[in-house]
Nanobody, 115 residues
Framework: QVQLVESGGGLVQAGGSLRLSCAAS????????MAWYRQAPGKQRELVAR???????YYLDSVKGRFTISRDNAEKTVYLQMNSLKPEDTAVYYC?????????WGQGTQVTVSS
């Protein structure tokens, strides 16, 4: 059974930091492109950061310099370190893993940034 389980969300003041984790099971993690998405109320889900099996990384422009995505293939976990958080970062954050036709999502974790 495939599972992607996010953790680390919560309430933080503007300027603060959070570290999200997504633990995978049931997949060959090293072969998967892993990504973090977010969805704010009334808005479409958007790609925040993506890390390929090669280690190449993509970031949404608005998080560049503030967020860092990383992966630990041995632990089957992808991380999102979020610094200098802003109220506009408030959203449910989702983990996604893709490899060819295989496409899995986590259940999401709420991040709320107060001003």
């Amino acid at each position: 059974q495939v599972q992607l389980v996010e953790s680390g969300g919560g309430l933080v003041q503007a300027g603060g930091s959070l570290r999200l984790s997504c633990a995978a099971s049931g997949i060959t993690f090293s072969l998967f492109t892993m990504a973090w998405y977010r969805q704010a109320p009334g808005k479409q889900r958007e790609l925040v950061a993506r890390i390929f099996p090669s280690g190449s990384i993509y970031y949404l422009d608005s998080v560049k310099g503030r967020f860092t995505i990383s992966r630990d293939n041995a632990e089957k976990t992808v991380y999102l370190q979020m610094n200098s958080l802003k109220p506009e970062d408030t959203a449910v954050y989702y983990c996604r893993g893709v490899a060819g036709q295989l496409d899995y999502w986590g259940q999401g974790t709420q991040v709320t940034v107060s001003s």
